[in-house]
Structures are given as structure tokens and as C-alpha cells.
């Protein structure tokens, strides 16, 4: 097998409703698409049927596209990296039928990503700073679909030491923003409405969880019952206060993943804190969390935060090519006969 150190990886992710192609040479995004399946919206959530039969027709155009802006042929792909779990299973198969069936025609490697993995590793994309995060480092990943974090010891030995007892923490805004009147997702509707600078407070009942673990599902009940008891007071009660309740409920978030990620850093000594995942997009938690660096007791420890670049924290192709360029330079290639797995609770 041709084998180069300089390898141009393309990464497919199809595990949810994004359809998504990246096209990186060594750490440098080369090219980033994706289509977002908005068709979700009317069902309030995604519907895994139409997300696959979706992938299938997007993906060819979307891969077309992805070497017509990374000015490639496609003959110039060393090696095919595809999302194989965890996701919807339907969704997953269409993404890894299509990396199997450019596998087989370019005669090239095959590599299985792990998606919490590529979210992860996306913080070594090429940054114009060139700073990445140093090992040993603990990742907090807030999505649609996982709320962990993960002791990052290299790019292949992790560990989950806590994670969403129920509901992921984006799962959980985007039915709180469906109580608010929102489309799905909700998340960037919320964030949308924020901008009021004399806010009210508002305190909703935070679910007390042991050790590291979350529970979104008990703080999205909390939020519920609040709601429910000051409509019965005002009926507008929403309508009147909705900026005042999406700023609150951000903070809110922020207050309980920080509130984990403190006594992560105090039980472990490692101040390196990267954030991954769609709802890490949000600014209000990126500002909370960064407002840490001010914070006495982690000023002093060189307490560092890691951030992505917007487009590489919701579900992008560019994560899972960084990923199979890492693995790739392992020489860690995957069979053809490797088959998508839709759950997964351990590295
Ligand atoms: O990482 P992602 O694209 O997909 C999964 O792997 O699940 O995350 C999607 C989630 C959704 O719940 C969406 O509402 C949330 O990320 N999200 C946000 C923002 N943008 C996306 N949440 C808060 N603020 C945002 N700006
Ligand atoms: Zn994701």
C-alpha cells in the first residue's frame, strides 16, 4: 500500500442530520461542507428515516463540492474517514457505505472514527495561532446527543469519568426552547435572543447529581414547573420575560457544567479545559467559562481554556478527517468489514 507522511484525508459524518464532507491535508482544512437537514424543523426533532434517505442523496453532491473547493481530484485522497458510531444507525450506514464504496474504488485505507472522539480531536485542526491542547487535558462535550467528560491522556487513550445520567445537555435546551415557542434546534434560537443587557435573573431549581455525572433531564423538568407556575400568575408570562429567560437559562447551564468542571480540575490538578460539541457554540458559556482564567484560585494555576472555531463545534466533516489523518499517521487502518455501532459508553 501507497503510504505517504503528508496524507489529504477526506472525512464523511452522516450520524445525525448533518450531511458533512472535510477534505484536510495534515492538520489544514482544505475544505468543510455541510448540509444541514432543516426538514427536521417541522417534526420538532430529527427523524431518523428521513435523515438517512437525506444523506443518501446529499452525500455525492456534498463530496463533489468538498473536492471542487479543496481544488482536488479525486484520485489525490490518500485514505477515507468515516464517522461508524455512535449515531443513528440508519444515517451511520449510509455515510459508511459511501467511505467503503471510495475505500474499494481509489484503493485506499479505510479508517473508522469514533465520533465523541472526532469532536474531540477536532482541537488539533490547524489554528492561526498554532496552539493546541497539551496532554493531559479533560474535554467537556455538550451536544445534541452526548453530554461527557473525558480525561484526554493522547489521541487514542480516553476517558469517560462523567457523563448525562438521562437527557444530553443540547437535548435538553431544545425541548426547554420548545416550551419557550422555538423551532428546532433550539439552541441557537435561545442564544439569539440574549442581547438584553438589564436582564431579570431568573433561578431554576438545579437537579443535584453525584460526582461527576449530570442530570438535564431533572433541570429540564425544574424549568418546566417554573414555567407552569408563573403562567398561572400571567399568562404572558413568556411572551414578556423571553429574553430574560434565555439569558438565565444559559447561565443556569453554564453554572452547573463549570460548577462539574471545577471539581474535575480539583480532583485531577489538570487546568487544561477544552470544550467540544454543538452547545459549546454558545457564547454565553464560552464567556462563563472563560471568565475563569479571572477566577482566583485557577488564575494562579495557569488555567487554560480551549475553544473552537464555531464551525468545527457542531457535527462537522473536518473533525472526523483530523481524526482519520491522526490515525492514519498511526498507520491504525480499519477492514472493510467494520460495521457502524449506534452506542457506545467507553473508550
Ligand atoms: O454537536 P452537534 O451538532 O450534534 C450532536 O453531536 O448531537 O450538537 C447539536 C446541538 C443541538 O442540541 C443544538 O441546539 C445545540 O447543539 N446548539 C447550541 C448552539 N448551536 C447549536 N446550543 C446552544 N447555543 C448555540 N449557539
Ligand atoms: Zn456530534
Redesign the pocket.
Given at each position: 500500500m501507497f503510504f505517504t507522511k503528508n496524507p489529504i484525508i477526506i472525512g464523511i459524518e452522516s450520524s445525525?442530520d448533518?450531511t458533512a464532507v472535510a477534505i484536510i491535508k495534515n492538520r489544514s482544512v482544505l475544505s468543510n461542507v455541510i448540509f444541514h437537514q432543516n426538514v427536521h424543523k417541522k417534526y420538532g426533532g430529527v427523524v431518523p428515516e428521513i435523515a438517512a434517505r437525506l444523506h443518501e442523496k446529499r452525500l455525492p453532491i456534498t463530496i463533489k463540492k468538498a473536492l471542487k473547493l479543496a481544488k482536488l481530484n479525486k484520485d489525490k485522497i490518500n485514505a477515507v474517514s468515516v464517522t461508524m458510531g455512535p449515531g443513528l444507525i440508519n444515517s451511520l450506514l449510509v455515510g459508511v457505505s459511501f467511505a467503503k464504496s471510495l475505500s474499494i474504488g481509489l484503493k485506499i485505507p479505510l479508517l473508522s472514527v469514533n465520533h465523541i472522539q472526532a469532536?474531540i480531536l477536532a482541537h488539533f485542526i490547524k489554528n492561526s495561532k498554532n496552539d493546541y491542547p497539551l496532554f493531559p487535558f479533560i474535554c467537556l462535550v455538550i451536544?445534541?446527543?452526548?453530554t461527557q467528560i473525558i480525561l484526554v491522556y493522547n489521541y487514542f487513550h480516553m476517558k469517560i469519568i462523567g457523563s448525562t445520567l438521562d437527557n444530553s445537555v443540547?437535548?435538553s435546551?431544545?425541548k426547554i426552547a420548545k416550551m419557550l415557542g422555538f423551532d428546532y434546534?433550539?439552541?441557537?434560537a435561545?442564544?439569539s435572543f440574549s442581547k438584553l443587557k438589564n436582564y431579570k435573573r431568573f433561578y431554576f431549581k438545579k437537579p443535584f447529581v453525584n460526582g461527576f455525572n449530570f442530570s438535564f433531564s431533572g433541570f429540564k423538568s425544574g424549568f418546566f414547573r417554573f414555567l407552569e407556575k408563573n403562567k398561572k400568575k400571567d399568562p404572558f408570562f413568556i411572551e414578556k420575560n423571553i429574553h430574560s429567560l434565555c439569558i438565565s437559562l444559559q447561565i443556569s447551564i453554564s453554572e452547573i457544567l463549570i460548577e462539574k468542571i471545577k471539581k474535575v480540575i480539583s480532583k485531577t490538578g489538570i487546568y487544561r479545559v477544552a470544550l467540544s460539541?454543538?452547545?459549546s457554540?454558545?457564547k454565553i458559556i464560552r464567556k462563563m467559562f472563560s471568565s475563569l482564567k479571572n477566577d482566583i484560585n485557577y488564575k494562579s494555576k495557569k488555567f487554560k481554556l480551549y475553544l473552537l472555531k464555531k464551525e468545527y463545534?457542531?457535527?462537522n466533516g473536518a473533525m472526523i478527517a483530523i481524526t482519520g489523518s491522526i490515525k492514519y499517521k498511526k498507520k491504525l487502518f480499519d477492514s472493510i468489514d467494520e460495521y457502524p455501532y449506534p452506542k457506545f459508553d467507553k473508550f
Open positions: 445525525c448533518e469532536h451536544s445534541g446527543g452526548h443540547g437535548e435546551i431544545d434546534p433550539g439552541g441557537p435561545i442564544e460539541g454543538g452547545v457554540k454558545n463545534t457542531t457535527d
